[in-house]
T-cell receptor, first 111, second 114 residues
């Protein structure tokens, strides 16, 4: 059974820092990997989707990489801002369409 | 605009009073699912549906029912709610493999059962 782990569980940084959030998974036979952002009490907003054949995806200040062989994905946030404060979740999915979610990294960016 | 719409956003009810949380999508996605999210437990899948009239249990189906009579709607039914079903609920959809844009989530329903 797939297991997804996100490290660290919580992170507090000053504004302007470049950040790396980690996501590891135990079964490399994934179809894709998706990163989400969740604000407190709100829904999950999709940030980036990486197909299994891709190595990375970029959107603005966000860059996500995928290394299937090592079972790892990283989300890189450049020049962090207070508005980036949220919980970031990763999820893998295989051919069954049923995703496996990590528990998330809670990020606080303070001015 | 592609979206998943859940209603209501907030609901307070009493133990045993049947309720339905609706989920509707305008993306013609086959796959729809329901999750609950609780502090310290993360997202847990309740039920999912691969297409019309096809539903399956997720990890925590006890106390819940679903139906998929048409592609766009996937209501979650609590026949006799109990306080341990107090939670934040999400509906999610996903398209088929030919046009995979990943999962799209609704805004959530905060349910309190007293």
């Amino acid at each position: 059974k797939q297991e997804v782990t996100q490290i660290p569980a919580a992170l507090s940084v000053p504004e302007g820092e470049n950040l790396v959030l980690n996501c590891s998974f135990t079964d490399s036979a994934i179809y894709n990997l998706q990163w989400f952002r969740q604000d407190p009490g709100k829904g999950l907003t999709s940030l980036l989707l990486i197909q299994s054949s891709q190595r990375e995806q970029t959107s603005g200040r966000l860059n996500a990489s995928l290394d299937k062989s090592s079972g790892r994905s990283t989300l890189y946030i450049a020049a962090s801002q207070p508005g980036d404060s949220a919980t970031y979740l990763c999820a893998t999915s295989g051919g069954s369409y049923i995703p496996t979610f990590g528990r998330g990294t809670s990020l606080i960016v303070h001015p | 605009e592609a979206q998943v719409t859940q209603n209501p956003r907030y609901l307070i009810t009493v133990t045993g009073k049947k309720l339905t949380v609706t989920c509707s999508q305008n993306m013609n996605h086959e796959y729809m699912s329901w999750y609950r999210q609780d502090p310290g437990l993360g997202l847990r899948q309740i039920y999912y549906s691969m297409n019309v009239e096809v539903t399956d249990k997720g990890d925590v189906p006890e106390g819940y029912k679903v139906s998929r009579k048409e592609k766009r709607n996937f209501p979650l039914i609590l026949e006799s709610p109990s306080p341990n079903q107090t939670s934040l609920y999400f509906c999610a959809t996903r398209g088929n493999a030919l046009l995979d844009t990943g999962y799209t989530f609704g805004s959530g329903t905060r349910l309190t059962v007293v």
